[in-house]
């Protein structure tokens, strides 16, 4: 696979398999799997994809919308290229449902064995020489469980919260996931390192391989272009955020950047990109004349996004290896984020961007200010600019798929 040439059909199949996939309300929603399997297509790895996952009855709908989450629609299949792979659905009762949304470990564990099982009843396991789990909790539990009922060794990929983010109700299940697995994944050198540091994991069957972004998307187009199909104003500096309106996420930081930022300069504009349970404080917190919200947008228009801001603003408290750093870079745009997980290994491999640790409001606006005066959008110098795509991440995934089947 090093050397680019495609894999053998006769290679001994890998069955992967996750909850994250794009939904109808949230088409970039677990995008970074569907790349993984489209990269893994193009390269000839045979594997097959069990999407799954638990759909929303009336009484988790009215429950979700009391919370501020968007119900989940039920979903037949995922498309990845030219094939459709079938949803197979978990069936929860109320009570575990609703233990979901309020972190029950009994009802996170009881899902992950709903998963193994309908997995069990889809799948011919017996074909199969190693499992891949992207996500480490509730998915890479099940696919401990399948392992050990059938012998066949798993991995399994920590994208974030099942680490950053842990309950301590969850940490032994996680913990046992990762010292049962032939190897981990992680997505930066922060998020094993969190692994070590809360769970006492050894990190001995750990390697990082990080997320990539497709470089013929995401890239460069005109800026007023941009701005005129999304209706954005072209006498701006356009600082956006991309992302869940979340307080892990930073999102509640916002207004407080705005104000400072507004104090040192006063031709900003907002554009903020998502949705969750904090978009009803951001509408009435954020300065109105000067911020745009776009709600969810279809992972197809993140580009034209991207394309129109100045600054991508970072403010997570959290995150494993963020995509749409990627992204924006990809598109020529600076970011500013915050000291948190692997922000900075996805900003600062090629300075296309600046970290701030104390004081995150005051420090990101004069970050964003600094870089603002000095018109540091990069689409002019892009040939310098080094940015893994998925073929890199997804060869570096199969090296281990070889190593664990052997």
């Known amino acids: 696979m090093t050397n680019g040439e495609p894999m053998s059909r006769e290679t001994p199949s890998v069955l992967i398999f996750s909850e994250m996939f794009p939904k109808p309300k949230s088409s970039s929603s677990g995008i970074f799997i569907i790349e993984r399997l489209k990269a893994l297509q193009r390269l000839g790895m045979p594997f097959d994809f069990a999407p799954v ?72 396991l017996e074909e199969f020489r190693l499992l891949h789990a992207h996500r480490v909790f509730p998915e890479g539990y099940a696919a401990m469980l399948l392992s050990e009922n059938y012998s066949i060794p798993y991995i399994v990929t920590a994208h974030g919260g099942e680490i950053h983010s842990i309950s301590n109700k969850n940490k032994a299940f996680v913990k046992e996931v990762l010292e049962k697995a032939a190897r981990v994944i992680f997505v930066s050198k922060a998020l094993m390192k969190d692994a070590c540091e809360k769970l006492g994991y050894d990190k001995s069957n750990g390697i990082v391989i990080p997320n990539g972004v497709d470089t013929n998307v995401f890239k460069p187009m005109d800026k007023e272009e941009a701005r005129k199909k999304m209706s954005l104003p072209l006498d701006k500096k356009i600082v956006g955020f991309v992302g869940n309106l979340i307080e892990v996420k930073g999102a509640d930081r916002l207004p407080a950047i705005a104000r400072e930022l507004m104090k040192l300069r006063s031709d900003v504009f907002f554009l903020i990109v998502g949705d969750g349970p904090l978009m009803k404080t951001l509408r009435e917190k954020m300065p109105r004349d000067n911020t745009h919200f776009t709600g969810r947008i279809h992972h197809d228009l993140m580009p034209l996004a991207l394309n129109t801001m100045d600054v991508m ?74 940015i893994p795509s998925w073929e890199d991440t997804v060869e570096a995934e199969v090296r281990v798929y070889r190593e664990c089947m052997e």
């Open 53 to 124: 996952s638990t759909f929303d009855n009336l009484s988790i709908r009215l429950l979700k919308k009391l919370k501020g989450y968007s119900p989940s629609e039920p979903i037949k299949s995922v498309q990845v290229n030219q094939k459709q792979y079938p949803v197979l659905n978990v069936s929860l009762g109320l009570r575990d449902r609703i233990g979901l949304i309020t972190q029950k470990a009994n009802s996170w564990v009881k899902y992950a064995h709903g998963m193994a099982t309908t997995i069990e009843k889809n799948k011919k």
């Open 313 to 386: 603003v970072v403010a997570s408290r959290n995150e494993g290896f963020p995509a749409t750093i990627l992204e924006a870079r990809g598109c020529g745009i600076w970011v500013i984020g915050s000291e948190a997980g692997g922000v900075s290994e996805a900003i600062d491999s090629d300075g296309m961007g600046g970290i701030v640790g104390e004081n995150i409001e005051k420090s990101l606006s004069e970050a964003i200010d600094s870089s603002l005066d000095r018109g540091l959008h990069l689409a002019s110098s892009r040939e310098r600019v080094q």
